[in-house]
């Protein structure tokens, strides 16, 4: 009875947030200091291998058929996902987080990573469909979506003023640590 109650107990406690987006307020060593977007400061300890990679703005006439994309949609007045942000992997990311799931940027949002099987300009924007390996999604892009790319990044590009978005988790120790952030460049606000 203890032990359902403990698992009663863990399942009504908010889930713990896996991404920070916001700011970078300073970088002291390996740790750094972010103010989200909601006004929270979270202090990050990057890990020994973090990964750090920059985002740049590309135009939607850069995403051809073949190109591997994420891309964060919400539900459209008509049924079809409408993009709120598109990013296209370089070829040595091909693959990562392929397929689609639900996404906390916008409510009903979710994230699919996929590649690009068809592309159709209308009045409307693009419509992508993308193919990943449980199935297929058809995406109109409104011509307002932000669209960026991935470039080689490290960790001098993480400085009081930046926007990132950094993937998190708890540490053996209770810290909050990060092996990836994803940083604006030029004063880009990443958009996913």
């Given amino acids: 009875m203890v032990a359902a109650s403990t698992l009663y107990a863990l399942a009504q406690q908010p889930p713990t947030p896996t991404r920070v987006r916001g700011t970078?307020?300073?970088?002291?060593?390996?740790?750094?200091?972010?103010?989200?977007?909601?006004?929270?400061?979270?202090?990050?300890?990057?890990?020994?291998?973090?990964?750090?990679?920059?985002?740049?703005?590309?135009?939607?006439s850069d995403i051809k058929v073949g190109s591997f994309i994420g891309t964060t949609t919400v539900p459209g007045p008509d049924g079809v996902p409408k993009?709120?942000?598109?990013?296209?992997?370089?070829?040595?990311?091909?693959?990562?987080?392929?397929?689609?799931?639900?996404?906390?940027?916008?409510?009903?949002?979710?994230?699919?990573?996929?590649?690009?099987?068809?592309?159709?300009?209308g009045n409307d924007g693009h419509t992508l469909l993308v193919k990943y390996k449980d199935g297929e999604k058809k995406v109109v892009v409104p011509p307002e979506a932000p669209v960026v790319t991935y470039v080689p990044g490290d960790k001098s590009d993480l400085k009081a003023g930046a926007k990132v978005i950094a993937f998190m988790k708890k540490g053996p120790d209770g810290t909050i640590e990060t092996d990836r952030v994803s940083v604006g460049r030029d004063g880009l606000t990443p958009p996913m």
């Fill in 83 to 121: 993009a709120v942000e598109v990013h296209v992997f370089p070829e040595s990311m091909r693959g990562t987080g392929e397929g689609s799931r639900p996404w906390d940027l916008k409510p009903n949002s979710s994230m699919t990573n996929a590649t690009v099987a068809q592309s159709v300009v």
């Fill in 24 to 60: 970078i307020e300073s970088v002291d060593g390996d740790t750094l200091a972010v103010k989200s977007r909601s006004g929270e400061e979270v202090k990050l300890h990057m890990t020994n291998n973090v990964v750090v990679l920059g985002l740049t703005k590309v135009a939607l």
